[in-house]
T-cell receptor, first 117, second 110 residues
Framework: DTGVSQDPRHKITKRGQNVTFRCDPISEHNRLYWYRQTLGQGPEFLTYFQNEAQLEKSRLLSDRFSAERPKGSFSTLEIQRTEQGDSAMYLC???????????????FGPGTRLTVT | SQQGEEDPQALSIQEGENATMNCSYKTSINNLQWYRQNSGRGLVHLILIRSNEREKHSGRLRVTLDTSKKSSSLLITASRAADTASYFCATQMTGNQFYFGTGTSLTVIP
């Protein structure tokens, strides 16, 4: 397995357009996380899945954002009606979680850089 | 607001010196993790320390955790130019979310 991959790596869109990003996690990982990172800041949690179930969403996540992980494998993050404030790096990470061992380290993808003009 | 806060925000040292950065957090945690991020790249996991552990080592890295003070430190010994990066602590609370701090920017001068 080559790690977590994200597609596309860069996306430039006009304000008001919809965009969708894809994340392919490490195959045996049951947890998948989405983060947003702006310049000079640490990653900000958006949401996470355990298998196909979306277990938590950040209160900062507006209803323009939606994420899916339909078969418990890859995930998509969609932003509707993009705004200039959505410009950021969107990071995906996956990890293994077990009832007994807890959560292990997260493996991050390279990110998708979104620029909204 | 973010849970973890790193200190200092920026650190510049000579190659071969040790680098120490600290992380403070606000509430009880399950574990604390340190990550490195090179400019414009994804994050790389360095080390995980669980709430019942006090110290861990990995190569040139040493991490301590003091749950009574709600703080952790990352020590990089014998630094190299390749260690130049931003370093983030991430805390996982019982709610399973991970909270990252704003990071320490480390510059190692050859």
């Amino acid at each position: 397995d080559t790690g977590v991959s994200q597609d596309p790596r860069h996306k430039i869109t006009k304000r008001g357009q919809n965009v969708t990003f894809r994340c392919d996690p490490i195959s045996e990982h049951n947890r998948l996380y989405w983060y947003r990172q702006t310049l000079g800041q640490g990653p900000e949690f958006l949401t996470y899945f355990q298998n196909e179930a979306q277990l938590e969403k950040s209160r900062l996540l507006s209803d323009r954002f939606s994420a899916e992980r339909p078969k418990g494998s890859f995930s998509t993050l969609e932003i509707q009606r993009t705004e200039q404030g959505d410009s950021a790096m969107y990071l995906c990470a996956s990890s293994l979680h077990s009832v007994y061992g807890g959560t292990y380290e997260q493996y991050f993808g390279p990110g998708t850089r979104l620029t909204v003009t | 607001s973010q849970q973890g806060e790193e200190d200092p925000q920026a650190l510049s040292i000579q190659e071969g010196e040790n680098a120490t950065m600290n992380c403070s957090y606000k509430t009880s945690i399950n574990n604390l993790q340190w990550y490195r991020q090179n400019s414009g790249r994804g994050l790389v996991h360095l080390i995980l320390i669980r709430s019942n552990e006090r110290e861990k080592h990995s190569g040139r890295l040493r991490v301590t955790l003091d749950t009574s003070k709600k703080s952790s430190s990352l020590l990089i010994t014998a630094s190299r130019a390749a260690d130049t990066a931003s370093y983030f602590c991430a805390t996982q609370m019982t709610g399973n979310q991970f909270y990252f701090g704003t990071g320490t920017s480390l510059t190692v001068i050859p």
